[in-house]
């Protein structure tokens, strides 16, 4: 009976648990999975911010796209002979300015180009970054093809949208940029 209670106490029990050492691993193995989906979250969340900043730069240059249609609409008929004009002897380049496109440039240049803030808080002010539009016609004067060959019925204006500092200054890389071409209604009309 003597040995039965030496064997018994020197039997060893396998269900005492877990040892300091497997603890420690499977505390290290679930902060390196936490660590990693935290990284991810935080990736995820940055490109949604910047998703949705291009997302409001190509709204603003649609805006402006559709208010230029509406202008492009409403030009008035000329007849001082805008569908071929003439170029005058000094400045040379000057058949454009006489066109139904510098027409329709100058109706688009008189009107400010629009800006915006991308946070609005729910009573109504606006914070964070303030993008503008910036456009700039391509087929002005400084366009290096032949005077006959100037597109006068054709405005070809390029957009961009840049973040604006306090003084609304372009800041910054380009967020969004569009080219596009516009003819005013009553140019068509022209042979």
Not at 25 to 53: D, P, T
């Amino acid at each position: 009976m003597i040995q039965r209670l030496l064997r018994f106490k020197h039997k060893k029990s396998f269900d005492r648990g877990f040892t300091t050492l497997e603890v420690l691993v499977s505390i290290i193995i679930a902060l390196a999975f936490v660590s990693v989906a935290m990284q991810s979250f935080v990736l995820a969340m940055a490109m949604k911010v910047q998703a949705q900043e291009k997302q409001r730069a190509n709204q603003l240059i649609q805006e402006d796209l559709e208010a230029v249609n509406n202008l492009a609409s409403n030009v008035a008929e000329d007849h001082d002979n805008k569908c071929n004009p003439v170029a005058t002897t000094s400045p040379t380049r000057t058949a454009y300015e006489n066109s139904y496109a510098y027409e329709l440039w100058e109706d688009i240049d008189a009107v400010t180009a629009p800006t915006v803030n991308l946070l609005i808080a729910s009573d109504g002010t606006t914070s964070g970054k303030r993008l503008g539009l910036i456009r700039n016609q391509i087929n002005d004067l400084s366009d290096p093809s032949p005077v006959e060959d100037a597109p006068y019925r054709t405005l070809k204006i390029n957009y961009q949208v840049r973040e604006l500092d306090s003084s609304d200054n372009p800041i910054g890389d380009v967020i969004a940029k569009r080219y596009v071409e516009v003819i005013p209604d009553v140019a068509l009309q022209c042979p």
